[in-house]
């Protein structure tokens, strides 16, 4: 069981906007900053926001972050196929001293 | 452009040693703003923290707590590259092992390509 709580799945129809959301304690989210990636099959984990908000260079502004208390979100605004992925949040836990990761959300593009 | 080119072998049979190398351009080991961390990946645990190694004026070393007893980290900086040892290996420690940094915004902002590591006779 991961120490930070996300939704297997979502899903949306291009154009839309969805969320993802991560929930997580007063050691981690709580106190530290969170992490977005995205997954794509095959593939490393990418780097989609850092810092709760911030991009990355070359990430387009359809992402965004944002965190309150001890959750976190990952919005996707106008949603296209290719964003048809595995999400993960993850944040530094001040209390295990390592990181802890979200168990991940399934975006299906419809 | 910082890129991490992990080497290792794929399979490593039960009670033996798992044993993997991750290569770092672009970046050093020895950086004042950078820690090297290995992370795990299975489907059925999903994305692990295994542990970090990191200079500040010395060298440090985080581990997880589920693998504090077998686990060991190593940095090369004659190589400019750091080490993976997970000790008395059994099924359940097969998955894809990655080795990735964290840089000076404090995210895990590269990874390895990922080395797929089966523990099987």
């Known amino acids: 069981q991961s120490e930070l709580t996300q939704p297997p799945s979502a899903s949306g129809t291009p154009g839309q906007r969805v969320t993802i959301s991560c929930s997580g304690s007063s050691s981690n989210i709580g106190r530290n900053t969170v992490n977005w990636f995205q997954q794509l099959p095959g593939t490393a984990p990418k780097l989609l926001i850092h810092?709760?908000?911030q991009r990355p260079s070359g990430v387009p502004d359809r992402f965004s972050g944002s965190k309150s208390g001890t959750s976190a979100s990952l919005a996707i605004s106008g949603l296209q196929s290719e964003d048809e992925a595995d999400y993960y949040c993850?944040?530094?836990?001040?209390?295990?001293?390592?990181?802890?990761f979200g168990g991940g959300t399934k975006l299906t593009v419809l | 452009q910082v890129q991490l080119q992990q080497s290792g072998p794929g399979l490593v049979k039960p009670s033996q040693t798992l044993s993997l190398t991750c290569a770092i351009s672009?970046?050093?080991?020895?950086?004042?703003?950078?820690?090297w961390n290995w992370i795990r990946q299975s489907p059925s645990r999903g994305l692990e923290w295994l542990g970090r190694t990191y200079y500040r004026s010395k060298w440090y070393n985080n581990y997880a707590v589920f693998v504090k007893s077998r686990i060991t980290m190593n940095p090369d900086t004659s190589k400019n590259q750091f080490s993976l040892q997970l000790n008395s290996v059994t099924p359940e420690d097969t998955a894809l092992y990655y080795c990735?940094?964290?840089?000076?915004?404090?995210?895990?902002?590269?990874w390895g390509q990922g080395t797929l590591v089966t523990v099987s006779s």
């Open positions: 810092t709760n908000d």
């Open positions: 990735a940094r964290v840089g000076p915004t404090g995210a895990i902002d590269y």
């Open positions: 672009g970046d050093s080991v020895s950086s004042n703003s950078a820690a």
């Open positions: 993850a944040a530094w836990d001040d209390r295990l001293i390592g990181w802890v």
